[in-house]
């Protein structure tokens, strides 16, 4: 108790940090972070269970049950049954890509056989790379930004819910898909429905927005402006950094299709054509900041400790894999395949904005 008692009084001396330089606005957006942790680490399950419940509230709310509901409402169907299977099942957004369904259902097998130790090096080796590309963002927006503090691990209390935290993550691609398929056909019903999901209900995540106006209220003076401005510039940046990795991983497409209209006149497996095609992909995640592949790869060889036997984890290893396929595939259907996995992949990276964006408020808290 004694020991909790002088945590939280330095924790008070921490917040007592000004913002009238840009060290000390550093400091103290590092102090906010951590405050938050330290909100999510009070009760991490609760947390966990709100986002899923009330992701499920707010489909139910903001999309339509049927076709006809859809048509009467100018809103995008998505009925509750579509939610009750995981994401990389037959019945979901990969049914007809059966080699993604097997990759995906083993990277799921992957991350619950990964310790807790493992998993958090990976976490932490990630959260640098976002460090420098929020960095990166954050000093084109905010003037004179010191650069971003250091990144506390907010999902550091997910491991022992990791089949909850999963399952959120399915119901939050199947959305994002569902999204995604409607705005190709209905961009204006797809619109509306987004907006009906950024404050869909009355107490929408209203847990986490306790949290946020908790922190928020331990900052004063110039404080008290400054660091919910750096929060919207931060959350600002996710939103930049997401469009601008889909548009990459959208690009890729594009890579096989350049290569296949250059003509077959290489023998099937031609090591030039396979690496041409590995050097093409890898160069659309290069970032003025990252080199995604290099970033994944490294983080998995330096956190995977028992790294499974005859099984090669490195990124490059699996875009070779694919480049061969598609260069040895005469039908297209690789390609088509392969369209269908780039898309789960821009559905999940939409989920995973989406779920971090609990910790950037919005119009469904009192608080902007």
């Not at 002088?6 to 906010?32: E, K, M, N, W």
């Not at 550091?156 to 939050?172: L, N, R």
């Not at 990252?290 to 994944?296: A, E, G, H, K, L």
Request: hydrophobic residues 35%; glycine residues 8%; positive net charge.
């Amino acid at each position: 108790m004694m020991f909790l008692t002088v945590l939280i009084a330095s924790s008070a001396l921490v917040f007592a940090h000004d913002c009238s330089s840009p060290q000390a606005t550093r400091a103290s957006f590092g102090a906010y972070l951590q405050c938050i942790k330290e909100g999510l680490d009070a009760d991490y399950g609760q947390y966990e269970n709100e986002i899923r419940e009330h992701s499920k509230k707010a489909a139910t709310a903001c999309f339509a049950s049927s076709i006809e509901e859809g048509n009467a409402k100018d809103r995008c169907v998505l009925s509750a049954s579509d939610l009750s299977h995981v994401a990389w099942d037959r019945n979901g957004p990969l049914r007809e890509c059966s080699i993604c369904r097997t990759f995906a259902s083993g990277a799921i097998k992957a991350i619950k056989a990964t310790p807790a130790e493992d998993q958090k090096c990976i976490r932490t080796e990630i959260s640098k790379a976002i460090a420098r590309e929020a960095s990166y963002c954050l000093q084109r927006k905010v003037a004179n930004f010191p650069g971003v503090p250091d990144i506390p691990d907010l999902e550091e209390g997910s491991f022992q819910f990791k089949d909850s935290v999963i399952a959120s993550i399915s119901d939050h691609i199947l959305i994002q898909s569902r999204l995604s398929f409607c705005g190709e056909r209905k961009p204006q019903r797809a619109a509306s429905t987004r907006a009906c999901l950024a404050s869909p209900f009355v107490g929408y995540l209203s847990g986490h927005c306790k949290v946020l106006a908790n922190c928020d209220s331990r900052f004063s003076g110039t404080c008290a402006k400054t660091i919910p401005q750096t929060r919207k510039a931060t959350c600002e940046c996710i939103t930049d950094a997401r469009d601008d990795l889909k548009k990459r991983i959208g690009s890729i497409a594009g890579v096989f299709n350049d290569l296949l209209s250059g003509g077959r006149g290489l023998a099937i497996g031609s090591a030039n054509k396979v690496d041409i095609c590995v050097s093409q992909i890898k160069k659309q995640m290069i970032t003025p900041v990252n080199d995604w592949v290099s970033v994944i790869d490294s983080a998995l060889s330096t956190c995977i400790r028992n790294k499974p036997a005859g099984q090669n984890l490195a990124m490059e290893a699996l875009l070779n894999v694919g480049c061969r396929k598609v260069i040895a595939d005469t039908t297209g259907a690789a390609t088509t395949q392969l369209k269908t996995g780039f898309d789960f992949v821009n559905n999940l990276i939409d989920a995973m904005v989406q779920r971090s964006g609990r910790f950037c408020g919005g119009s469904h808290c009192l608080h902007g």
